[in-house]
């Protein structure tokens, strides 16, 4: 990963549908990213209470 690339793809599934758990660097804010086809989307993961999910990793991760 490049110094200034703001976002780290930390999950992937799927070959043909993919999806994705993206990382803003910047922010901590986690997004669920889906891909078919031509077709896709992009949205912030949210927590119980509808806020958007940080990043909080496991001891041991960077």
Known sequence: ??????FQIIYTQGVADIT???????????YLEMASGYAGGIT???????????WAPREGQA
């Open 1 to 6: 990963m490049a110094k200034n690339d703001r």
């Open 20 to 30: 994705r758990i993206l990382l803003d660097t910047e922010t901590g804010v986690l």
């Open 44 to 54: 912030p993961l949210l927590d119980a209470d509808g806020k958007p999910m940080k």
